[in-house]
């Protein structure tokens, strides 16, 4: 959660030097580059675990759903910082569990009871009351109001995306090995995100940017992409995908408080009571999990 809660503060202040898709290009890169003598290593029949046989899908073509997904997340997640401040992306963004949750009773039917639990409801219910309130006060704003929608729609977006991330990856790469399986989808992310910076992008400007944000610019794909997805699908087999998604929670309030502290952004009474009432409907969900055995 320190690697993830950090990045919408990385991002948001790498909004000043850099457009979106350089932004996004450079930080994949840097995690794939980390990645690729594992999915090297991995792709090897020598590697793979003793006494199981490695899926006769090959890597490459079970990988490719998951990382359209994926692409579409990413990009969503970096277009964010430009248009939303980064505690606003910690709280909303954890809605993601209600879509995964969502995706996962139309692909996968062991989800399927907890839509009869009440609790679900309630928690579906909060969250989605909870992103109203942070933005009630945006929304009629007058004239910011329409930027403020559109901030709205791309995080909400950003998540849904990530949920069918998770739906795609639990489907498709199933009894591959993690690092090789992220590896994968980090090169042909990495791919298609330096194909839209050298279409969208004004990488000329890299040139320009100082050593401090170079670093920091590295220092966020290495903590968000390389390391923080590695680390949270370690901690799911350790603790559990219940206990995880619970942990997940604290994430939003890591945010607002590096963002307070390096960013100088703060939130309204109302605003805050809206995030809250996320983080509750979360743990409602994750609650409703729990009863269900999933």
């Known amino acids: 959660m320190l690697c993830f809660s950090s990045i919408p503060v990385f991002l948001r202040h790498l909004t000043g030097y850099l457009d979106c898709w350089t932004v996004n290009a450079v930080r994949y890169a840097t995690a794939a580059a980390f990645w690729l003598p594992f999915v090297i290593h991995f792709s090897s029949a020598r590697a793979a675990p003793a006494g199981r046989q490695p899926p006769r899908r090959s890597i490459w073509l079970a990988a490719l759903v998951p990382t359209s997904a994926n692409l579409l997340g990413q990009v969503g997640w970096a277009v964010c910082p430009y248009y939303v401040d980064a505690s606003t992306i910690g709280f909303v963004i954890r809605v993601s569990f209600l879509f995964t949750i969502v995706l996962g009773f139309l692909v996968i039917p062991a989800e399927r009871p907890l839509a009869r639990r009440p609790i679900f409801f309630a928690g579906a219910a909060a969250c989605l009351g ?165």
């Open 130 to 294: 909870g992103i109203l309130l942070m933005y009630a006060e945006r929304l009629w704003a007058g004239p910011a109001a329409t930027a403020e929608t559109t901030g709205l729609i791309i995080v909400v977006a950003t998540a849904a995306c990530w949920s069918a991330y998770a739906v795609a990856v639990r489907r498709f790469l199933k009894g591959y090995r993690l690092r090789l399986a992220f590896g994968v989808i980090s090169l042909y992310t990495t791919a298609a995100l330096l194909v839209l910076m050298l279409i969208f992008g004004e990488y000329g400007r890299l040139a320009d940017v100082p050593p401090r944000e170079w670093m920091l610019l590295i220092v966020s794909g290495m903590l968000g992409i390389a390391f923080g997805h590695i680390f949270y699908h370690r901690g799911i087999h350790g603790v559990g995908p219940v206990v995880a998604s619970g942990v997940t929670l604290i994430g939003p309030f890591l945010t607002y408080t590096a963002a307070t502290v390096f960013l100088g952004e703060t939130m309204t009474a109302l605003q805050l009571c809206g995030g809250l009432t996320v983080v509750a409907g979360g743990f409602a969900l994750v609650r409703a999990k729990a009863k269900a055995g999933a």
